[in-house]
């Protein structure tokens, strides 16, 4: 029986979002493609009918998950505080790929780093419009100081096997996160006369 190309690309996108949530989830080696199409509720052999090897898979899922995972950003500390919670913390399978998946993405084929340096661009281009420092230079700065702290706390917060130290890591980087972004706001010259 021939499987429709909208059957295929729904088939695909199925096998793509359970591959990310077990990514995350799990890590890239523990889970096999047995373990992806039994999530997605397709038959192991199908597989090969829609990529051609694990790490093929790997690259696509993890270029599929980091776009999808794209919060609105209203300001630096509100999204602090969403990103740096214990919800968030808790939520590997459906929490941040970065956080998740970068340091094994470094063992990865070309194409999955590829992904992930291509989301780490825009994620330090979507900061920077919300950043509050004057000059286009500082307001990159202040993007990618503030990711690296936010995602360097969630590994360390999740790696933890203190519940308090994890949470206070993840408070801490969120306070001073607020206190860096209350320094540069107050910086700004008064318009008032």
Partial sequence: ????????????????????????????DPVTLADVMKAAG?????????FDSKEDLIA?????????????????SAYAAFYLSPEHRDDLAGGCPTAALAAETIRQAPEARAAMTSSIRTQIARMSEKSPEKTPAKRRQTAIATWSAMVGAMVLARVSDDRELSDE?????RDWLDDVA????????????
Wanted: glycine share 8%.
């Fill in 60 to 76: 696509a899922a993890l270029a599929d998950t980091l776009a999808r995972t794209r919060p609105n950003i209203e300001s630096l």
């Fill in 1 to 28: 029986m021939k499987v429709s190309r909208e059957r295929v690309a729904e088939n695909r996108e199925r096998i793509l979002q359970a591959a990310g949530r077990l990514f995350r989830e799990r890590g890239f």
């Fill in 182 to 193: 209350h320094a540069a706001s107050n910086s700004f010259p008064s318009t008032r006369s």
């Fill in 42 to 50: 397709l038959t192991h052999g199908g597989f090969y009918g829609y």
């Fill in 169 to 173: 890591i993840l408070t801490q980087t």
